[in-house]
């Protein structure tokens, strides 16, 4: 069974930073690339960045390129992600996600970021 638990969300000024935390409970964890993605009121689900199995390469939303930074830990079975100078438009739940077998979509529960003054 796969379990992923989000924390680290909140309330935070314009121009602030949030660390992102997704603890994964996955059998062999290192084997999968993992991805956040957001959600705000009204819009759909969107891809915010990925990164791959050992970490090597990663991906990101134009509209979070130079801000985010995805990483992960795989002796914690931990993805984080570090948003930095953020904006009202960043406002939004965060969601971690893996997907297993090329075709099943697992996701985590979900951590409100609010950016706003």
């Known amino acids: 069974q796969v379990q992923l638990v989000e924390s680290g969300g909140g309330l935070v000024q314009p121009g602030g930073s949030l660390r992102l935390s997704c603890a994964a409970s996955?059998?062999?964890?290192?084997?999968?690339?993992m991805s956040w993605y957001r959600q705000a009121p009204g819009k759909e689900r969107e891809l915010v960045a990925a990164?791959?199995?050992?970490?090597?390469?990663?991906n990101y939303a134009d509209s979070v390129k130079g801000r985010f930074t995805i990483s992960r830990d795989n002796a914690k079975n931990t993805v984080y992600l570090q948003m930095n100078s953020l904006k009202p438009e960043d406002t939004a739940v965060y969601y971690c996600?893996?997907?297993?077998?090329?075709?099943?979509?697992?996701w985590g529960q979900g951590t409100q970021v609010t950016v706003s003054s």
């Open positions: 996600n893996v997907r297993v077998a090329s075709r099943y979509d697992y």
């Open positions: 996955i059998f062999t964890f290192s084997n999968y690339a």
């Open positions: 990164i791959t199995s050992a970490g090597g390469s990663t």
